[in-house]
């Protein structure tokens, strides 16, 4: 029961992580129909930036969590610009051009910041120092250490931030009328530019979180970081029902706790024949069977493929 | 069409010089012709991939997957590896598997073939990008599976891969030695490249054959508008089904080729860069153009060796950082991105037929 | 026995009832004019007759025959053939390609026949090219036969779309606002388009807007307002109906 309990945080752990880049990706989707494909290597790029940030500042002295907290407005920052850039450079003059095109810019966008990620810090995966105490807490047979705990605690909040913002603001309510109807929000006076770049650089700065939280948590960070994590996050995205926020996080935490739990117990269910190196393609899988079995996902309304 | 006919002195010497080309680039060394040879199968590649992108206009981001299956089986009938695994196939077999090449390239197509339809099946009712991401899922799918299974039991020997394949034969005549008549030395690789040359130059005809009939304007009118070629009367999903099994066929032929010129197949060389590469080639060249997407190919194939060359200078000037194999993933990705912004039928597209100057909606 | 007859349909989408219990009866060798004001059902029935969308309930028969319109290509093959409000054609391929498109149905040339070229597959071409060819004869734009489709003016357009919808062969020919964004005089040209293949003995079911156009040409009007028909008769009976003059409040006929 225990290491089931154990599973479940790490689960959740994970799918905190996998929530913030589904919701830059349901995000952009909802808005204007693509799916980035780089939106992954953003994470990259977030959790490398806080690793030069804190490694710049490593000798300086200052306690784990101060450097934690200056790295991470720096990454929101670089990724929400380097989004921006992205989106206005290469995706905005192909927003009327037939859908292959976008799609195979995005994966060329991938690739590009993937290598220059290796050319920059070099291809070898490097440690991300610990920067919060690593004694895990017990919680009476389960444990978990303040780097998760902060995790819960982080996503949580920018959650509630991104309702807020969604909900409650202008921005939000340009946002969510685009994402209904381009052609009458404009209309109304929305400028659909603005709020195609608000989207990505708001997607941006929350996939920069995840990435720190995720050099965080695993120690570790390299070029090629952001790949399985992103796809993974994408099909959490479908899995809730793309286009749908509230999905996304659904999808995600549920995915994250597919993968935790399976990974662990799917030795011992398949007799040994499938081990825990085949969890990576269980988000493959969920994806196949979600797009062929339900599309629309769990909260999301039917996607009309016709025409 | 008529104007292919009258221009064959030019394809004649353009046949001449392919088929002379690594006797003469022999004595430069026997390294160019094997990057002739290994050309040559990105070319079946990327015909086999411009089928499905370039005709029926679906993104295939898993292609791999077929040269990967098309690969593991010929390495698997043509190796001493499941004999050696299964006690009760080495009686079977006291000689060894060995699979003659007129069985192996109908049943590479056919096993590929099954795949795609197989693979099809689920997903080709899906749209655009979602077929892209669960296409690039079963490539990885197959990668991950090539490098797991071998416990329980070992059929594909995990990452170490699969060696000692048996090189092509051609009526008794292996090409694992040099051929040699009179005195003149023709060396191995040069056997292989003609028999590729010859499967491209067959393949080349399958599509052209193809994409002028019936079938290919079928696939054609998908591309452009699914719904309005429902509307005709097209039963887009079995179309759609029959693109990609015969694009997967060509993959299949070619991942067995690969396998017998190598000797030795891993899943290393199924990654997904090998995918994106080849839609690279055909989204490059020009989707849906024979001329346009051998020239991507080509170009795509022959980078890695250009950049060699050039590869050292940028290596000392930037420390060390920026080798041949980075600067090949650069030059593809700013490509990708450059191409669609720029020029985004491809560098070679299909001519467009004449416009009649009337207001286009 | 009418050539279509489609009773009791019904069509929800999520809280809007689109349909409710329409009936059509389209006579062979008619031209039947579908109309009402916007947001009436027109296209939607015009959908699910055709097999876009599928209906909650109620019955289609085809010449007899009663067919599920399921699938869009499915009903193509049964013999209804349709054209688009917003013109969709093959738009990169020649207007030949288009029509030759259309004959996709009507021709058998497979897989194998293609790769080796046979003599089936020979005589077949020859066969396409040619039935494409008068087809675009028929409709007028013989000469624009290898220009690309979507360099072709609007009024070409539509009548290359009819052209590659009658290559299907159809027992109706269903037009979806075929006059929409024309002037006066390419609305003459359409207008004698489509009586020609009226008396050609083909049987065509339109929707439109053009109230002058829909009287002048169509044998039978059906009217619709709120998924309901409220009239259905000859174009000046049609014309004087009460409910049919409330429906569009006095509009100019």
Redesign the interface.
Known sequence: MDIFLQQVINGLVLGSMYALVALGYTMVYGIVNLINFAHGEVLMVGAMVAFTVVSLLGDSGLPGWVLLLIAMPVAMLVCAALNFAIEKLAYRPLRTAPRLAPLITAMGVSLLLQTVAMVIWKPNPKPFPQLLPVDPIDLGGPVITITQMLILLVTAIVLVILMILVNKTRLGRAMRATAESPRVAALMGVNPDRVISATFVIGAALAAVAGIMWAANYGTVQHAMGFLPGLKAFTAAVLGGIGNLPGAVLGALLLGLVEAIGAGYLGDLTGGVLGSHYADIFAFVALILVLTLRPSGLLGERVADRA | MQALKHRWPIFLVLALGLLLLPLAVQSIGAGWVRILALAMLYVLLALGLNIV?GYA?L?D?GFVAFYAVGAYMYALMASPHLIETFESLAQSFPQGLHTPIWLVIPLAAGLAALAGALLGL??L??????L???T???G??IR?FM??LE??INITNGPRGLDRIDPMSLWGLSFSKPLVIADYKIASVTLYYWLFLGLVVVSVI?CY??EH??????W??IR??E??????????RNMKL?AFA?GASFGGVSGAMFAAFQGFVSPESFSLMES?MI?AMV?LGGMGHLPGVILGALMLAALPEVLRYIAGDIQNL?GG??DAA?LR??L??????G???LR?KGLWPRP?????????? | MSLLEITEVCKRFGGLQALADVNLRIEAGHIHGLIGPNGAGKTTLFNLITGLYSADRGRFVLQGTSYRPQSVHAVTMAGIARTFQNIRLFGDMSALDNVRVGRHIRSSAGLWDAIWRSRHFYSEEARLREEAMALLDYVGIAHYAEHRANSLSYGDQRRLEIARALATEPRLLALDEPAAGMNASEKNTLRNLIERIRSDGRTILLIEHDVKLVAGLCNIITVLDSGRVIAEGAPDEVQRHPKVIEAYLGASA
């Open positions: 992108v206009g993104l981001l689920p997903v009712k899906l749209r655009g990008d979602y892209a991401i669960v690039l899922g079963f990885e799918i991950v490098n797991n416990h329980p399958v054959r193809l009939s019936r079938i290919g304007r079928a054609m009118a452009e508008d719904l309005a070629a429902k509307a005709m009367g097209i039963n887009t029959l015969m994106i839609v989204v930037t950082r920026i980075i993933q650069l593809i990705a700013m490509a990708m991105i191409i669609m912004l985004p467009l037929s004449q416009s009649a100057g009337g207001k286009s909606q």
